[in-house]
Antibody, heavy 111, light 112 residues
Framework: QVQLQQWGAGLLKPSETLSLTCAVY????????WSWIRQPPGKGLEWIGE???????KYNPSLRSRVTISVDTSKNQFSLNVNSVTAADTAIYYC?????WGQGTLVTVSS | DVVMTQSPLSLPVTLGQPASISCRSSQSLVYTDGNTFLNWFHQRPGRSPRRLIYKVSKRDSGVPDRFSGSGSGTDFTLQISRVEAEDVGVYYC?????????FGQGTKLEIK
């Protein structure tokens, strides 16, 4: 059974960089596609982007200029960086391959 | 971007009765390889989403057979044959055919 465990800073100030990491257990990152999704409090789901088994990435144009998704195959982990955050980036962030999901991390951006 | 439109947005259902959620996409979700990457997710309050259905009609492991998906092209449906108490929450459709992947607004199922 595949399990995803994620972590990262939960409180940021405007203009700082959001950094989250997701560790994958029970599957290899060298297979499949791995995504980050976010959900503002009380709202719907937004796909941020994905990294594939060959390291190629796709990003949502709404965030593309500020987002980087990377992978560390030696640790079987993948990461999300979003720079220059604002209050609009406040959300629960999930890592997933859509069949399996991380537990979610609430990231709050506030001065 | 492909717009996913769900209806209804609120769905009160009596226990044991069937339920149906519609999801329509602004363009065909048939990929060049012939696959249609339409998923259905269920999210309970305070929990991560759980995928129920992938590729329109394939049930994920452990998903009860009272859940079924159907449709083609731009028009899709999730059906629950007999609603149980554990089915409350929000249901989302999501297309994974065209980047950026997009979700419907969500349908909140509650028990009458």
């Amino acid at each position: 059974q595949v399990q995803l465990q994620q972590w990262g800073a939960g409180l940021l100030k405007p203009s700082e960089t959001l950094s989250l990491t997701c560790a994958v257990y029970g599957a290899s990152l060298s297979s499949d596609y791995w995504s980050w999704i976010r959900q503002p409090p009380g709202k719907g789901l937004e796909w941020i982007g994905e990294i594939s088994h060959d390291g190629s990435t796709k990003y949502n144009p709404s965030l593309r200029s500020r987002v980087t998704i990377s992978v560390d195959t030696s640790k079987n982990q993948f990461s999300l960086n979003v720079n220059s955050v604002t209050a609009a980036d406040t959300a629960i962030y999930y890592c997933a391959d859509f069949r399996s999901w991380g537990q979610g991390t609430l990231v709050t951006v506030s001065s | 971007d492909v717009v996913m439109t769900q209806s209804p947005l609120s769905l009160p259902v009596t226990l044991g009765q069937p339920a149906s959620i519609s999801c329509r996409s602004s363009q065909s979700l048939v990929y060049t390889d012939g696959n249609t990457f339409l998923n259905w997710f269920h999210q309970r309050p305070g929990r991560s989403p759980r995928r129920l259905i992938y590729k329109v009609s394939k049930r994920d492991s452990g998903v009860p057979d009272r859940f079924s998906g159907s449709g083609s092209g731009t028009d899709f449906t999730l059906q629950i044959s007999r609603v149980e108490a554990e089915d409350v929450g929000v249901y989302y459709c999501m297309q994974g055919t065209w980047s950026p992947f997009t979700f419907g607004q969500g349908t909140k199922l509650e028990i009458k």
